[in-house]
C-alpha cells in the first residue's frame, strides 16, 4: 500500500490556552510523537498538515509541512487539503492529530495489516473505541477526494457525514486505548 501520514496540527488549541502540539512529553514535542508512530509503523512520507501562522515553529527533518491554504477549517478540510496533495503519489492517507502523544507503532502497524487483508475495497478504515469513532485516527483512500470536495462546498467541516457517504471498515478497539487519548486541556494530564 503506499500511504501518506498526515498528523494534524493545524488547531487553535483554546481548551489548552497555548498551542499544544508543541507541549512535551518524554522530551519530543506531542506532533512528534506522531510522526515517530508513523516512521516506526512503517510510513515513510510524512507530513504535518498545518496553518501559515503555527508552520515556522515545526522543526523536524522527518516530515514536510503542508500549509493549509485556508486556516482554522476543521479536520475535513485538513484531510481534503492531505488528499489533494498527496493523491498523484499515494493511494492513501493516515491521519492521526498531533495532541496525541501515547498513540504507538503496533496502532498503526494493526490498520495497516487491516487495510492490506481486506477482502473488498474500502474507501476508509476508522477506528472505534467502545461506541465512539475516531475518524481522526483513520485511514482514507483517494477516492474519497471528490465526495469531501463536494462536502466542503456545502459547508460542511464534520468529519461524520464523510463517514456516512463511504464504505468503512470499522476497526475495534478498547475504549480505554492510550492511543486514542488526546490532551484537550492542560487537567487531562491527570487523568
Same mark, same amino acid.
Given at each position: 500500500?503506499?500511504?501518506?501520514?498526515?498528523?494534524?496540527?493545524? &488547531? +487553535?488549541?483554546? @481548551?489548552? /490556552?497555548?498551542?499544544?502540539?508543541?507541549?512535551?512529553?518524554? &522530551?519530543?514535542? *506531542?506532533?512528534?510523537?506522531?510522526?515517530?508512530?508513523?516512521?516506526?509503523? /512503517?510510513i515513510?512520507? =510524512?507530513?504535518?498538515?498545518?496553518?501559515? +501562522?503555527?508552520?515556522?515553529? *515545526?522543526?523536524?527533518?522527518k516530515?514536510?509541512?503542508? #500549509?493549509?491554504?485556508?486556516?482554522?477549517?476543521?479536520?475535513?478540510?485538513?484531510?481534503?487539503?492531505?488528499?489533494h496533495?498527496? !493523491?498523484?503519489?499515494?493511494?492513501? #492517507?493516515?491521519?492521526?492529530?498531533?495532541?496525541?502523544?501515547? #498513540?504507538?507503532?503496533?496502532?498503526?502497524?494493526?490498520?495497516?495489516?487491516? !487495510?492490506?487483508?481486506?477482502?473488498?475495497?474500502y474507501?476508509?478504515?476508522?477506528?472505534?473505541? /467502545?461506541?465512539?469513532?475516531?475518524?481522526?485516527?483513520?485511514?482514507?483512500? @483517494?477516492?474519497?477526494?471528490p465526495? =469531501?470536495?463536494?462536502?466542503?462546498?456545502?459547508?460542511?467541516?464534520?468529519?461524520y457525514?464523510? =463517514?456516512?457517504? #463511504?464504505?468503512?471498515?470499522?476497526?475495534? *478497539?478498547?475504549?480505554?486505548?492510550?492511543?486514542?487519548?488526546?490532551?484537550? @486541556?492542560?487537567?487531562?494530564?491527570?487523568?
Amino acid at each position: 500500500m503506499n500511504i501518506s501520514g498526515i498528523v494534524l496540527a493545524g &488547531g +487553535q488549541s483554546s @481548551r489548552y /490556552g497555548k498551542p499544544k502540539m508543541f507541549e512535551k512529553y518524554k &522530551g519530543l514535542s *506531542f506532533y512528534e510523537h506522531s510522526i515517530h508512530a508513523f516512521k516506526a509503523g /512503517g510510513i515513510d512520507d =510524512i507530513s504535518i498538515s498545518t496553518n501559515n +501562522q503555527l508552520a515556522p515553529y *515545526f522543526n523536524n527533518e522527518k516530515a514536510d509541512i503542508l #500549509v493549509e491554504d485556508k486556516k482554522h477549517q476543521g479536520p475535513l478540510y485538513a484531510l481534503f487539503f492531505a488528499l489533494h496533495h498527496m !493523491a498523484k503519489k499515494n493511494e492513501w #492517507v493516515f491521519l492521526l492529530p498531533a495532541d496525541t502523544p501515547f #498513540v504507538s507503532s503496533s496502532f498503526i502497524k494493526t490498520v495497516i495489516s487491516h !487495510a492490506e487483508k481486506a477482502e473488498k475495497p474500502y474507501d476508509a478504515f476508522v477506528p472505534v473505541t /467502545g461506541s465512539k469513532l475516531q475518524p481522526l485516527h483513520g485511514m482514507y483512500h @483517494r477516492r474519497c477526494l471528490p465526495i =469531501i470536495e463536494e462536502m466542503i462546498n456545502n459547508n460542511k467541516k464534520s468529519m461524520y457525514p464523510l =463517514i456516512q457517504s #463511504v464504505t468503512v471498515h470499522s476497526l475495534f *478497539f478498547s475504549k480505554d486505548q492510550k492511543d486514542f487519548l488526546n490532551i484537550n @486541556r492542560k487537567e487531562d494530564w491527570f487523568i
